[in-house]
T-cell receptor
Framework: ETGVTQTPRHLVMGMTNKKSLKCEQH?????MYWYKQSAKKPLELMFV???????ENNSVPSRFSPECPNSSHLFLHLHTLQPEDSALYLC??????????????FGPGTRLTVL | AQSVTQPDIHITVSEGASLELRCNYS??????LFWYVQSPGQGLQLLLK??????LVQGIKGFEAEFKRSQSSFNLRKPSVHWSDAAEYFC??????????FGQGTTLQVKP
């Protein structure tokens, strides 16, 4: 799905590093999401933004810090991560939150490895 | 609480055989249901969705799914599987706030 792009596609970082994941959607949507996908686990919703306002923080540790400067861009700032944070991080967007008929469109994900 | 269950973690079928992937949901009101597919190293792609109306919905790549309220199920089917269908399949339900609740996923392997 080329409507949602994510960079980088792969990231290896040490526990003391600071890095950021970027997501951009070209679909004119107003809601954006961060998910974590770990092996053998269901997708975990991390954060939700609707019209640039954070509407959900699903008990995510503070070492993950989201930022949504506008409706098209979403960042996930990472610092002092743990090895168990290694996972595929997926970004998604939809027309609006609170419209449960809206389809969420996903980016290809960033494969994060924390050493 | 709303939940989605995919009972089969892993399924193997021969190329050309029919396929059915199971999905059960738990939700009090009318559910909005989705099937997504994830190829290795890729994000999730929507296959089909059900909101209301005809309980048999058609999707992309020759997939279909049938909503059965009496069984709380939304099983995905394909009459003849191709090797390129090997992937992970996720069933999801939308809450009334628009958030998706995903099942654990089913990995499909296709034998030549």
């Amino acid at each position: 799905e080329t409507g949602v792009t994510q960079t980088p596609r792969h990231l290896v970082m040490g526990m003391t590093n600071k890095k950021s994941l970027k997501c951009e959607q070209h679909l004119g949507h107003n809601a954006m999401y961060w998910y974590k996908q770990s092996a053998k686990k269901p997708l975990e919703l991390m954060f939700v933004y609707n019209f640039k306002e954070q509407t959900e923080n699903n008990s995510v540790p503070s070492r993950f810090s989201p930022e949504c400067p506008n409706s098209s861009h979403l960042f996930l700032h990472l610092h002092t991560l743990q090895p168990e944070d290694s996972a595929l991080y997926l970004c998604a967007s939809s027309q609006e939150l609170a419209r449960n008929t809206d389809t969420q469109y996903f980016g290809p994900g960033t494969r994060l490895t924390v050493l | 609480a709303q939940s989605v269950t995919q009972p089969d973690i892993h399924i193997t079928v021969s190329e050309g055989a029919s396929l059915e992937l199971r999905c059960n949901y738990s939700y009090g009101a009318t559910p909005y249901l989705f099937w997504y597919v994830q190829s290795p190293g890729q994000g999730l792609q929507l296959l089909l969705k059900y909101f209301s109306g005809d309980t048999l919905v058609q999707g992309i790549k020759g997939f279909e799914a049938e909503f059965k309220r009496s069984q709380s199920s939304f099983n995905l089917r394909k009459p003849s599987v191709h090797w390129s269908d090997a992937a992970e399949y996720f069933c999801a339900a939308a809450s009334n706030t628009g958030k998706l609740i995903f099942g654990q996923g089913t990995t499909l392997q296709v034998k030549p």
